[in-house]
Nanobody, 129 residues
């Protein structure tokens, strides 16, 4: 059984920074074989793509709304993926979810419903104005 556990959420003022982490575990889960991604869901809105990173870490994609402010990274030795969020805005307030899938970064970004194999339970980020 694969588990994705997010951490690092919290309350921050606009302009501030937060770093989210996701730890993956599972006896048969080969972390480096999976593209990892972050999605978010704001109150009253649908879940949306934020960022994704390939298994090797060599390819990343970002939503236009976070490009230049957020950075996704991974540590395959520790089975973790992180999201560094800078210059946070109230519009970034959402529950952030970690996801894993055996697909390309483009597929994970554009068709998560078809390609995400595992989801975390989420961590809440609240940005105050």
């Amino acid at each position: 059984q694969v588990q994705l556990a997010e951490s690092g959420g919290g309350l921050v003022q606009a302009g501030g920074s937060l770093r989210l982490s996701c730890a993956a575990s599972g006896r048969t889960f080969t972390f480096s074989s999976y593209t990892m991604a972050w999605f978010r869901q704001a109150p009253g809105k649908e879940r949306e793509f934020v960022a994704t990173i390939s298994g090797s870490g060599g390819t990343t994609r970002y939503a236009d709304s976070v490009k230049g402010r957020f950075t996704i990274s991974r540590d395959n030795a520790k089975n973790t993926v992180s999201l560094q969020m800078n210059s946070l805005e109230p519009e970034d307030t959402a529950v952030y979810y970690c996801a894993a899938g055996p697909a390309s970064t483009q597929a994970m970004a554009t068709r998560p419903q078809s390609f995400v194999s595992y989801w975390g339970k989420g961590t809440l980020v609240t940005v105050s104005s």
